[in-house]
């Protein structure tokens, strides 16, 4: 059975910095793309990184693209999020995803003072 | 950005009837090397997002046939017969054949 579990949310001061980890099984890790998408209180779902199987290449919204990185550790059978410069407008609900087909339960993200 | 417009944004619907839901992308979701990729999603309240159906018209595994899936290039639509219970929540579209990836703006199945 696919698991996907995130941690490393929590409230954070605007400008700052968090970095989000999702922990998978049940699968092979290192041979899928793995994916976060956020979801903002209430609205709809957003793309905002990708990266290949082997961490080789990564992909990015403009919203997002040189304050977050995505990250993997084959290994671990971890993926990370780095978010640097973190705005009011990254408050969210982020889930990891394995391809898009299985989803965590996601792990909130509070940008606020 | 391929821009998904998704319609209607609420449908109301009976239990046992049927919802169509549209997605129209503003350019064909035709990938270079022949495959389509959209993909349809079901968030049931306070759950995280669920695939039905990838690559326009496959089933997810586990996913019942009462959920269907159909188009070509710009225009696609989910259909769901015999509405149950647990069909409720926000239904989204997704692109993937185009960076950046986008999502269609969700539609609400509720009950009439």
């Known amino acids: 059975e696919v698991q996907l579990v995130e941690s490393g949310g929590g409230l954070v001061q605007p400008g700052r910095s968090l970095k989000l980890s999702c922990v998978a099984s049940g699968f092979t890790f290192n041979n899928y793309w793995m994916t976060w998408i956020r979801q903002a209180p209430g609205k709809g779902l957003e793309w905002v990184a990708s990266?290949?199987?082997?961490?080789?290449?990564?992909y990015y919204p403009d919203s997002v693209k040189g304050r977050f990185t995505i990250s993997r550790d084959n290994a671990k059978s971890t993926l990370y999020l780095q978010m640097n410069s973190l705005r009011s407008e990254d408050t969210a609900t982020y889930y990891c995803?394995?391809?898009?087909?299985?989803w965590g339960q996601g792990v909130m993200v509070t940008v606020s003072s | 950005d391929v821009v998904m417009t998704q319609t209607p944004v609420s449908l109301p619907v009976s239990l046992g009837g049927q919802a169509s839901i549209s997605c129209r992308s503003s350019?064909?979701?035709?990938?270079?090397?022949?495959?389509?990729?959209l993909h349809w999603y079901l968030q049931k309240p306070g759950q995280s997002p669920q695939l039905l159906i990838y690559r326009v018209s496959n089933r997810f595994s586990g996913v019942p046939d009462r959920f269907s899936g159909s188009g070509s290039g710009t225009d696609f639509t989910l259909k769901i017969s015999r509405v149950e219970p647990e069909d409720l929540g926000d239904y989204y579209c997704?692109?993937?054949?185009?960076?950046?990836?986008?999502f269609g703006a969700g539609t609400k199945l509720e009950l009439k």
């Open positions: 990266i290949t199987n082997t961490g080789g290449s990564t």
């Open positions: 995803t394995l391809k898009f087909d299985y």
């Open positions: 997704l692109q993937s054949t185009h960076f950046p990836y986008t």
């Open positions: 350019q064909s979701l035709v990938h270079s090397n022949g495959n389509t990729y």
